[in-house]
């Protein structure tokens, strides 16, 4: 524990810094946004192409990304008959049953722990989610609103995502065989290299930041709260078990990290963009407050499995 606790340690403190941050009102609302879109929009695509690019794909890979989609298929249609049995009414609740906020906490949390050079293995993992975020919860979010988005519409919010082009751009130089290396032999690409390089290291302690001055510790339906986080991880955690050391360990024989990586990604919470997509207005005030409230204390609870995870397996 001694050993462990310098490197569990920090992601507290700096999820308590940002919260801090607000609290003390020293970071208001709007600078906390600008930083979250800093970080989606510059931060992340930069850690991910350099992830991507030196990946060198394999054909298991494939196999991951359909069961990390189907994972997510799994929770969209258990989840729904989970809270009518469980008694929870709320409308928008069943989009907090599937999905995990791997972006803007499950990257933070897995490079801060494990060193960035063990991103590009909850990048590949991610994957399969990634494409069911745009391609179908995405849409159920708009369709819950009264919207029909168009696939021409949803194609060209996918292809004008920096983390979705970062992505792309890795995996097509590396399916071409191009990598950092040749990159860095290039004039005016390698300045550019360099650069990214120098915002990798920000991923970490940028996104835990920006994830603690988010939180807001509201009292309320703290029973009904309780019980949809209950509901979550009673679905989420054996299937990720299953599915990580069942699947990948036993079934495809991929190393440890990938298993210890799908884990981390499906004790995430849910997605936190799912308040920005609800109706504005005072109809929907409460419930847009009870979906911040499952989202804050769901993130509390997967920082304590995330520790206990770390303690089980200090190193990949």
């Not at 991507?52 to 258990?78: H, M, N, Q, S, T």
Request: net charge neutral; charged share 15%.
């Amino acid at each position: 524990m001694l050993t462990l606790l310098p490197r569990i340690l920090p992601i507290f403190l700096l999820l308590a810094l940002g919260w801090g941050l607000r609290v003390g009102r020293l970071v208001d609302e709007a600078t906390g946004d600008a930083l979250k879109l800093l970080v989606v929009r510059i931060v992340l695509p930069a850690v991910l192409f350099l992830s991507f690019v030196d990946l060198d794909l394999r054909r298991e890979y494939l196999l991951v990304v359909a069961l990390v989609f189907a994972i997510c298929l799994v929770g969209l249609f258990l989840g729904p008959l989970l809270l009518r049995l469980g008694g929870v009414e709320r409308p928008w609740a069943r989009f907090l049953m599937t999905g995990y906020e791997y972006g803007m906490l499950g990257i933070g949390l897995f490079a801060g722990a494990f060193g960035l050079a063990a991103v590009p293995t909850i990048a590949v993992v991610a994957l399969g989610h990634e494409l069911f975020i745009w391609f179908v919860f995405f849409g159920l979010l708009l369709a819950s609103r009264e919207e029909k988005p168009s696939l021409g519409a949803t194609l060209a919010r996918f292809a004008k995502n920096p983390v979705i082009l970062a992505i792309a751009a890795g995996v097509g130089l590396d399916l071409l065989g191009v990598h950092a290396a040749d990159l860095d032999r290039i004039p005016g690409l390698d300045a550019v290299m360099a650069t990214l390089r120098m915002l990798a290291p920000l991923t970490a302690p940028l996104i835990l930041i920006v994830v603690g001055h988010g939180f807001h510790l509201e009292k309320g339906a703290f029973g009904e709260v309780a019980k949809v986080v209950a509901l979550r991880l009673a679905l989420q955690l054996p299937l990720a078990g299953v599915a990580a050391w069942g699947v990948l360990g036993w079934g495809l024989g991929l190393e440890p990290r990938f298993s210890v990586a799908l884990f981390t990604l499906m004790i995430l919470p849910p997605p936190f963009i799912v308040p920005l997509f609800m109706p504005q207005g005072p109809a929907t005030a409460d419930e847009r407050r009870f979906v911040h409230r499952v989202l804050t204390a769901h993130t509390a609870v997967s920082l304590a499995i995330f520790a206990v995870l770390m303690a089980w397996t200090p190193t990949l």
